[in-house]
């Protein structure tokens, strides 16, 4: 459509009564502020793991130690997933963006108090807040998409949402070990800590300025027919039917076996990038930056997958033969990485961590997508939630025992298995019924023309107004 403005023909025959859609162009500043500061909370994922090596002999802790750092991020979703996604449906996206936002400065600012060597538990501390915040972001970017997008934005918007996260994931590789120097003074070490940590912290500050100024629960009109239909149904969240909505869920059989294979991709994607350093390490011994430009060329790839993947499933709809083709491929490509590490080629590892990061992580936004249509009229919040309590579970574990495979048994054994799973969730994923529920109540509804009408029209002036 060549205009933002869109109103129902009927609108005025019916004396103003009729729907009124409009898209408005503040939607790609809220869209900014969140990828933004999603970004800055992301990063601090791999922040310490990237440069395992170098925390270990600063801080004089374990490996495992280390692996907590990222571990941290996993562990809180499982816990506080219901109560976040109960308050974000209650009180709307903009305290998600205020409490997420704010919860990521202080416990960036936590960590300036951290670069003291025997203060790594000031480090996990620090870690466990910000982990905290990421409840109240990374399940944002389909409700932020649906409430203020139009219909044929919905998917790539979800993508460039998710883009936050993986940006964030992509510097969190690449900037550490370029501010961190593997270097024999622990004085200079602590130094690079301290910039990367003030970094941080004065990173945040415009982010929390621009959601207090302007990030509003919704937009005063609706951008589509199905969030028109929404409104007028709304109803107040309370825990009961909060408790209700979780129980339609648990009941969507195919919703849960979609759940399961998402879950274990996402897992898979936590896992690699918190054990990466220790992965790249085991075949190229001191190669601890070529490990973090990995990371880089592997969520870069990503990126464009998944903004890829967006524009894909806005033009054809093809939610699950999407999913299923986007899995498949990653586990392939998982395969051709192992080969390619086997060989010791680390030009070659670079292009095959590539392709494998741009399926795995163009996998995330398409399986959030269909998951909400798979789920709809459920809250977009409430079920990338439950998805991500899942995911961020198998993350946790696969964390854990691959770390252990790690040690024990190396890292050949420790990839063979992460293919495994992916082929696993390929056949679940081919389980999944083709139900899109969601496009089918954007399709729904009685006929309608729509008209464009210009930026200042007064009859649409006066609907909003009124």
Not at 242 to 266: P, R
Not at 290 to 306: K, T, Y
Not at 330 to 355: E, P
Request: proline share 4%; charged share 15%.
């Amino acid at each position: 459509m060549a205009t933002e403005n869109l109103h129902l023909k009927k609108s005025l025959e019916d004396g103003g009564n009729a729907d009124v859609i409009r898209a408005f162009s503040m939607r790609w500043y809220i869209l900014a502020v969140y990828v933004y500061y999603s970004t800055i909370s992301c990063f601090q994922w791999v922040e310490y793991s990237i440069i395992t090596n170098i925390v270990m002999r600063y801080y004089n802790v374990s490996s495992s130690a280390v692996d907590w750092t990222g571990v941290m991020f996993m562990i809180v979703w499982p816990i506080f997933v219901f109560p976040s996604s109960f308050l974000i449906d209650k009180l709307g996206l903009r305290f998600a963006a205020l409490i997420g936002c704010f919860l990521t400065a202080i416990g960036a600012a936590i960590k300036l108090f951290s670069i003291d060597q025997g203060a790594f538990n000031v480090v996990l501390v620090g870690q466990a807040i910000v982990s905290l915040s990421q409840v109240f972001i990374l399940s944002l970017p389909p409700k932020l998409a649906v409430t203020w997008f139009r219909p044929d934005e919905v998917s790539k918007v979800c993508s460039i949402g998710v883009f936050g996260m993986q940006l964030g994931s992509a510097l969190g590789f690449l900037l550490p070990p370029m501010l961190v120097k593997d270097q024999p003074d622990l004085a200079a070490i602590g130094s690079d800590l301290k910039i990367l940590c003030w970094s941080l912290s004065i990173a945040i500050v415009p982010a929390c300025i621009a959601v207090v100024v302007y990030f509003p629960h919704m937009p005063r009109l609706p951008p589509s027919a199905a969030q028109a239909e929404e409104r007028k149904k709304i109803q107040i969240v309370t825990m009961g039917t909060f408790i209700q909505s979780l129980k339609d869920l648990m009941k969507n059989k195919g919703f849960l076996v979609h759940m399961l294979g998402y879950g274990i991709s996402f897992g898979i994607f936590s896992a690699f990038g918190t054990l990466l350093n220790q992965f790249v390490l085991s075949y190229f011994p001191g190669a601890t930056e070529d490990a973090g430009r990995m990371g880089l060329v592997m969520i870069m790839f990503g990126m464009f997958g998944g903004f890829m993947a967006g524009i894909v499933l806005d033009k054809t709809h093809k939610y699950k033969e999407t999913n299923l083709f986007i899995y498949i491929g990653t586990a392939l490509c998982f395969i051709a990485l192992l080969l390619c590490l086997q060989i010791k080629a680390k030009i070659s590892v670079y292009f095959t961590i590539g392709i494998f990061g741009f399926f795995l992580n163009a996998y995330i936004p398409a399986g959030i997508e269909f998951a909400s249509e798979l789920t709809y009229p459920a809250n977009e919040s409430t079920t990338t939630g439950l998805m991500t309590a899942v995911s961020q579970t198998l993350g946790v574990t696969f964390t854990l025992v691959l770390s252990h495979l790690n040690l024990s048994w190396g890292t050949l054994w420790a990839i063979l298995i992460q293919i495994v799973l992916l082929f696993i969730g390929s056949v679940l994923t081919m389980l999944v019924p083709n139900n899109l529920r969601r496009q089918e109540a954007f399709n729904r509804g009685r006929p309608v023309e729509f008209t464009e009408l210009p930026q200042e029209d007064p009859a649409l002036t006066k609907h909003e107004n009124s």
